[in-house]
């Protein structure tokens, strides 16, 4: 465990590293307990580091079995050498070859970081700092080489052996039992990108050919017996090479792409040159065993991951302040992806659920970072929705304001510069303002302020000039560390719709608007719009075409109006959410609901538009959920009144228009084989939201059709919506169905995954107990990051009545559980801690329970620094 009280680091300090490493050799002898790790590094003062620096290089409780210079041994007064560091305090010269060998013990290695066994398969995760669990090594992303890796192994124990690059040789080793294969990678890469698989593995193969006529060798490689679960992840694949060649320019630049699917896995997936390391929760899908959320979520982390092979692989990060100029941009490209592919409305509404229910409630918080951080205790702990899901969206706002021509010559030139380098937010800046000439310094704080905007606008219609004045007012609230902000660069899309539901022209001073896109840059600015024949109601942040909290004078019936007539798709959407936002705020705080006439007028003429395909309905018609209610209403939060005040208003709509949600959902029924198809999934989230609100009273019709659903069911996501209506209710039928269906997927992992977490939200005072007994169920490891998330973050991210309980029972069991994870993988630990993140918006007494539970993980003798910095950051 490294030191729980490491220093901070801050962006200002950085300084290039005073040695590099021009190649890298290495060698593996896997052993379940004893793994012999050899490297070569060919190392080489870096003109630009410090004269006369010695040669320091990082570890993370490593055993040194031997070390030597240029072939010859290397005497123990010559260096110091201590688990986490290898100093050579007087080099030999300015180039050599330092040869260092180490042993490591993946079997005991549960933090899944360096090199691990899973499922019996050996796995590396190096990302951001797991290489130097596995050698000594300058283990940061600005060191950048070229590794050439042989591994060997029991041919019996692993015949499968997988490294970065292409297959140069394999063979036996002697005439011993043993095997080995060599990989060589000649693209420069740092230490993070390096992964190494070996074991017991199946494959299905494919193959590309790129733009240019080159063929590559594709491999997906998992568990024996689950091979046709691959499928789709691999036509995935393909698909993200070809999009990625069409909107990019980008072509894939080795032989071989090769991803491994793996059980026991921190994270989602990793990037690895041409070695993608993947849970196998988004690689394997069957009709049977998958939802339409996990074969959106495969296609888009595939995407995702083979996107980075240009951002993030190609030109990387000089340091980790610079995490999201990979993340922010990759997903963005996931994103665009997934819109190419599916629909993009929809897509951008998803997108934007979810940014609002992580990163909107992040920036509220005493856990807020500017998207790129300048100072960090321990980097694992941003990953994080900033980093990612805002980073992204500042990328789509570069694209806003310079267009689809400038934004393309930026990322052109942007790939010209900066290939093979390890690149910085100016460097990527600096890409877009000289390809297009504009100044791009006031944008560049979105990267440096965090916290989200708040965007005040009113209007005033002058009917006798034809003219609507727009008033705009920005600022950006404080956040730690950051008391003051300065205005930022906000493009602001836009329409103005007639009465007659049509977009009028948008003129300032007869000169049109382009693209229906102002800027907004200054704390407080107007803009005259000219020309009009009637009062317009305003379409306000069309497209979401900013990351900013919008407050408006648009009236309830002004948002009726654009719920039926916004020529916008999202501004559609989001005026009904807003006009059930106003309702579920009112009922959360006086116990009782306003009049909900408007919000089911709305609702009826979302379902009537027979122009809107069903993915769209379900989700407008879809009510907000208790955590964006919590986040609007900011302080004081009574978790049972949001509950409470949300489920009457189901009750109110679903009873209000039951006639129409049984003729959809009669209507929304498959009438063919089961297909992932963007179309057939829409169909059935429309027919599953009908099921929803049919049911959500709670009377026996309602159950008995959620009942005769999940027993008819011929896929994954009509079983288990109708598993999840079923578990809302205390009902004979929840315990019958929850029993029926373990008993169906109890060999199912992932299926199973899916079974612990309904349990989990069930918003009832038994729950927290219901949870307890299932942590000692068979099937519930604390082993395995994917089953603690399934359940215990579950529990305390998707059920705020039960993790928020008055009596602070279940702040408790959260941080108990995360006291005892800690020692065995401090990541999972620490983000199953981030769920606290929000506890200063409760209201007084489960405040305080919150922050007794935090400040007891904080006084815990012998925390890893991962849980000590989220529990000192929490607590402010």
Not at 693 to 718: H, P, S, W, Y
Not at 740 to 747: G, K, M
Not at 826 to 846: C, G, H, I, M, Y
């Amino acid at each position: 465990m490294r030191d729980a009280e490491p220093k901070a680091i801050h962006l200002s300090d950085y300084r290039a590293p005073d040695w590099l490493v021009d190649k890298v050799d290495l060698d593996f002898s896997l052993h379940p307990s004893q793994t012999r790790v050899t490297s070569k590094l060919s190392l080489r003062r870096n003109p630009a580091g410090a004269p006369g620096a010695p040669v320091v290089l990082n570890g993370d409780g490593l055993t040194l079995v031997r070390l030597a210079i240029d072939g010859k041994p290397v005497a123990g007064p010559s260096f110091e050498a201590t688990p986490d560091r290898l100093t050579l305090a007087h080099p030999p010269a300015d180039a050599f070859v330092l040869e260092v060998e180490t042993l490591v013990d993946p079997t005991a290695n549960t933090q899944l970081m360096g090199l691990y066994r899973t499922s019996s398969n050996y796995c590396t995760q190096c990302e951001p700092e797991g290489f130097r669990r596995i050698t000594y090594y300058p283990d940061r992303p600005d060191v950048l080489s070229v590794f050439t890796t042989r591994v060997e192994a029991d041919e019996a124990e692993a015949p499968v052996l997988l490294g970065n690059g292409n297959l140069v040789e394999s063979g036996k080793v002697d005439d011993t039992s043993r095997h080995y294969a060599v990989w060589h990678d000649p693209w420069p890469k740092p230490s993070y990108l390096f992964a190494l698989v070996g074991g017991r593995l199946a494959k299905i193969s494919d193959s590309f050919l790129t733009r240019s006529g080159r063929e590559v060798e594709l491999g997906i490689y998992v568990e024996h017996g689950k091979e046709a679960r691959a499928g789709y992840a691999m036509d995935a694949l393909k698909r993200s090479m070809r999009w990625d060649e069409e909107a990019f320019g980008r072509e894939y630049d080795l032989d071989v792409f090769n991803i491994v699917a793996v059980s026991d896995f921190n994270m989602g997936a990793m990037e690895n040159k041409g070695l993608n390391v993947f849970n196998d929760k988004y690689v394997l899908a069957t009709p049977e065993t998958a939802t339409d959320a996990d074969y959106s979520g495969i296609e888009g982390v595939i995407a995702h991951e083979y996107f980075h092979n240009w951002t993030g692989n190609r030109i990387t990060c000089r340091d980790w302040f610079q995490l999201c100029l990979k993340e922010g941009l990759t997903v963005f490209r996931d994103q665009e992806f997934s819109s190419d592919e599916r629909s993009r409305p929809v897509k951008r509404i998803a997108d934007v659920r979810a940014l609002k229910a992580a990163q909107f409630t992040e920036d509220q918080g005493p856990l807020a970072h500017p998207v790129r951080p300048e100072t960090y205790r321990e980097i694992n702990n941003f990953y994080t929705a900033t980093v990612y899901e805002k980073g992204a969206e500042v990328v789509r706002m570069l694209k806003t304001l310079l267009g689809e021509a400038g934004f393309r010559a930026g990322m052109d030139l942007y790939f010209e510069r900066h290939d093979g380098e390890a690149a910085t937010i100016e460097d990527f800046v600096a890409s877009f303002a000289d390809a297009t000439g504009r100044d791009l310094s006031q944008f560049a704080l979105w990267y440096a302020q965090s916290g989200t905007p708040v965007l005040t606008v009113s209007g005033a219609w002058d009917a006798e000039a034809g003219t609507y004045r727009l008033d705009v007012a920005q600022e950006v609230p404080p956040t730690p560390g950051q008391p003051t902000k300065k205005p930022m660069l906000i493009p602001l899309a836009l329409g103005l719709v007639g009465p007659d539901g049509r977009d009028q022209p948008l003129a300032l001073g007869n000169v049109p608007v382009e693209n229906g896109v102002v800027e907004v840059s200054e704390a407080r600015q107007s803009f005259l719009f000219t020309g009009l024949d009637a009062r317009p109601v305003p379409s306000l942040n069309r497209g979401f075409s900013a990351p900013v909290n919008l407050v408006s004078d648009l009236t309830e019936a002004d948002r009726v109006f654009l719920a039926a007539h916004d020529a916008d798709p999202f501004n559609r959407f989001d005026a009904i959410q807003r006009i059930a936002l106003e309702m579920l705020k009112t009922g959360a705080r006086t116990g009782s609901l306003p009049a909900t006439e408007a919000l089911v007028t709305a609702a009826r003429a979302i379902l009537a538009d027979t122009t809107l395909d069903a993915a769209f309905k379900a989700q407008a018609l879809a009510l907000p959920g208790e955590g964006e209610v919590a986040r609007e209403l900011a302080k004081d939060v009574d978790p049972d009144a949001v509950f409470a005040a949300r489920k009457a208003l189901r009750i109110a709509v679903g009873t209000a228009l039951e006639g129409a949600f049984a003729t959809t959902y009669a209507a929304m029924a498959a009438t063919g084989p089961f297909s992932p198809d963007a179309s057939s999934a829409g169909r059935r989230a429309l027919r599953n939201l009908s099921l929803d609100f049919l049911a959500v009273t709670g009377a026996a019709e309602g159950i008995a059709r959620a009942k005769a659903q999940f027993g008819a069911a011929d896929n994954m996501t009509d079983r288990i919506t109708a598993l999840a209506v079923l578990t809302q209710h205390e009902v004979p039928e929840r315990e019958a169905a929850l029993q029926a269906f373990y008993d169906r997927f109890e060999r199912d992992a992932l299926v199973i995954d899916k079974w612990f977490t309904l349990q989990a939200q069930i918003a009832a005072p038994s729950t927290l107990e219901r949870i307890k007994d299932l942590m000692l169920h068979p099937a519930f490891s604390l082993g395995n990051p994917n089953r603690v998330r399934s359940l215990v973050g579950a529990f305390a991210a998707t059920n705020p009545t039960q993790f928020n309980r008055a009596d602070g029972a279940g702040h408790d069991f959260v941080t108990d559980v995360v006291l005892t994870l800690d020692s065995k993988n401090p990541q999972v630990a620490a983000r199953l801690l981030a769920s606290f993140k929000t506890f200063r918006q409760l209201e007084p007494v489960r405040r305080a329970s919150a922050e007794r539970a935090l400040r007891k993980v904080a006084e815990t003798p012998g925390l890893s620094p991962d849980v000590a910095d989220i529990a000192t950051r929490a607590l402010g």
